[in-house]
């Protein structure tokens, strides 16, 4: 089974959730609600659970060999960290821009002043 596609739903800025994933395997089986999570050292991938009546929380799917834990995980993080990158990029791009923008404004107002 391979990852056909990693999709990054939501990115959170604040706290330890990092961001919300689906992938898709093998182009036809979609897994929604993965989560990305800054653990203690490191990012870490959580897969979709809900809390039983115990209170214990329980995933609704896993991978069942560590090597597809793997793949997943290290897929997962690589698509988290490149659309990161990406806002970051848009965001440095956008301050630029009005920084542009308002020098402009500025030269014009001493020209016609």
Do not use: W
């Amino acid at each position: 089974m391979e990852i056909t596609d990693v999709k990054i739903r939501r990115i959170v800025l604040e706290g330890r959730l990092r961001a919300i994933v689906s992938v898709t395997l093998s182009g036809c089986i979609a897994i929604h609600d993965i989560k990305v999570v800054q653990g203690e050292e490191r990012l870490f991938v959580a897969m979709p659970s809900r809390k039983d009546e115990n209170g214990v929380f329980r995933d609704i799917i896993h991978p069942i060999t560590s090597d597809m834990r793997q793949r997943m995980e290290v897929e997962i993080i690589d698509a988290y960290q490149r659309q990161l990158a990406m806002l970051e990029a848009e965001e440095a791009e956008a301050e630029a821009a009005m920084a542009a923008e308002d020098a402009s404004d500025e030269i014009e107002s001493d020209l016609f002043n």
